[in-house]
């Protein structure tokens, strides 16, 4: 049996974001608190943000100091500057770290206690304050999941946390917003909704609907990255980058992510790399030593992917799929871990660290091919011989 958790209110398309009034309309909200990043704040889109709102007569008080990858001090200011008004929903406006900002806020608006209570195994489920998801970037689907992640500073540990606390109750996904970004943020976003599709459709708790929708975002995102990312302003290509981001995040949020995502918060959180350029560092390896354990799901990836027919075995199909991964790496200019600026001494002196923290975020569990904790210190030295 699955079980299916989405946002209330989705409005899909170029120029949604004029839709949000009329969404937070429906659920009776008109007190919001804007979280967002400052270079959203000083490049004019949380002005475009405000003056829709004014437009129908909302105000909004705004927080524009969250970081890439949150932190449990950006959560605590936050919460901070929540309490100095009465609102009665908070939006979130940004890539994955400001709507997991957000969704933090949100959840300990209601219910307060340190943050890194809300790790798992902590089950969040109690309805926080109401959070509305506007995403910038075609990458994390956090519109669309109850999982985020916030760095706990006192040890270096991307925390993942999970619950129902953590869903939006509305998304407004407008690949308007994305238009221009750079190559890199394109590319990084690209292969991190990439990597949310493989892992939800090869997980241990995959299911029918979350099959569907991961399949549907293999399918838009593999044609459309590399335009993307060559020309910004392409408006199919952006579009499908969206919808196929969103698409993914629905999938791995109602079945899981597994290997890649728990061995790439650890080099996150220590090495302060991108959330969805480690991913791209691990993906071809990981899928490699995954896909024995799950072959015809693996080839069924590189069926939809266009890397493979029908008639060309499991084993061929697999074996195009982890050498595309490899290209895409190579096509989209993603560094090594030596070619980021990593230390090797350094890298390899916290593999027993980055093991351990990877085993315990659970992702791990879901992987077709569940690792010992030898096998991922192996991945890591893989990565980084």
Sequence with gaps: MAIINLPRIVRVGGGALAELPAAMAQLGLSRPFVVTDPF?????MVDTLLGVLAAVGLEARVFADTVSDPTTATVEAALAVLGEGGHDCIIGLGGGSPIDTAKAVGALALDPRPVPMLKVPAV??????????????????????????????????????????????????????TMGKPRRLTADTGIDSLTHAIEAYVSKRANPFADALALSAMRLITPNIRRACSHPDDRAAREAMMVGAHHAGIAFSNASVALVHGMSRPIG????????????????????????AARQRYADCARMMGLADAAESDQSAVGRLVEAL????????????????????????????????????????????????????????????
């Design 40 to 44: 959203l704040a000083g490049s004019g």
């Design 124 to 177: 969040n489920d109690l309805p926080g304050l109401p959070v509305i998801a506007v995403p910038t970037t075609a990458g994390t689907g956090a519109e669309a999941t109850r999982v985020i992640v916030i760095t706990d500073e006192a040890t270096s540990e991307k925390m993942l946390c999970m619950g129902l606390a953590f869903l939006p109750v509305i998304a407004i996904v407008d690949f308007e917003l």
């Design 269 to 292: 959180a220590f090495f302060h790399v991108p959330h969805g350029l480690s991913n791209a560092m691990l993906l071809p390896a990981v899928t490699a030593f995954s896909a024995p």
């Design 326 to 385: 490899e290209v895409l790496n190579a096509d989209l200019e993603v560094p090594t871990p030596a070619m980021f600026g990593i230390a090797r001494e350094q890298f390899h002196a916290l593999i027993p660290t980055m093991a351990e923290q990877a085993l315990a975020s659970g992702s791990p569990a879901n992987n077709p091919r569940v690792p010992e904790k030898a096998e991922i210190e192996a991945l890591y030295r893989q990565i980084y011989p």
